[in-house]
């Protein structure tokens, strides 16, 4: 079963330093999303991706956060200047042309210190 | 802004059909049902929807009230790896929509 697949899958960082998370959608998908979730808390939307741009976001996507499909299969999600607050599970997921649901890919734990 | 209310944790005895209810009283005509559910801080998996119509899939099945009100997610014979935290989730049925709001959701534990 195709699945989507995200690396590393825990990472640590001062603050201040930048991070780059990465994900490889399934082959044939369109659709792209990353998501957050701190620990204990709900999982929640940070930005949507379709036709190489972004098409929402949330209030949580500020200025510190970028997306970019670099080629035909990466998926990143960059954070600026990592803040202690940025620690949290990030997931990526995608969906095809119709599909009904979303792929999930297992998450990077991203830990600030 | 829930759109949807489900008790916070239940138990199952393993092999037994576990039964998660979920009420969303507030649902729209074009809004369907999703169920995802999360083991352990791994990614959400999709694992059921519909709109008015009882569904089946090799997971579970999804019954949902004439009024469409409220619905149960049934896993029909509960493992142990189906402990998870599993979400209900209405949503209107559009690709590519960010409308999928996860809440806090059922922590299903399943006792051996």
């Known amino acids: 079963e195709p699945e989507v697949t995200q690396t590393p899958s825990h990472q640590v960082t001062q603050m201040g330093q930048e991070v780059i998370l990465r994900c490889v959608p399934i082959s044939n998908h369109l659709y792209f999303y990353w998501y957050r979730q701190i620990l204990g808390q709900k999982v929640e939307f940070l930005v949507s991706f379709y036709n190489n741009e972004i098409s929402e976001k949330s209030e949580i996507f500020d200025d510190q956060f970028s997306v970019e499909r670099p080629d035909g299969s990466n998926f990143t999600l960059k954070i600026r200047s990592t803040k202690l607050e940025d620690s949290a599970m990030y997931f990526c997921a995608s969906s095809g042309q119709g599909d009904r649901f979303r792929y999930f890919g297992p998450g990077t734990r991203l830990t600030v210190t | 802004d829930a759109k949807t209310t489900q008790p916070p944790s239940m138990d199952c005895a393993e092999g037994r059909a576990a039964n998660l209810p979920c009420n969303h009283s507030t649902i729209s005509g074009n809004e369907y049902v999703y169920w995802y559910r999360q083991i352990h801080s791994q990614g959400p998996q999709y694992i059921i929807h519909?709109?008015?119509n009882n569904e089946t899939n090799e997971m579970a099945s999804l019954i949902i009230t004439e009024d469409r009100k409220s619905s149960t997610l049934i896993l029909p014979h509960a493992t142990l790896r189906d402990t998870a935290v599993y979400y209900c989730?209405?949503?209107?049925?559009?690709?590519?929509?960010?409308?999928?709001?996860f809440g806090t959701g059922t922590r299903l534990t399943v006792i051996p």
């Open positions: 989730i209405v949503r209107v049925d559009q690709t590519g929509a960010n409308n999928l709001f």
């Open positions: 519909g709109l008015k």
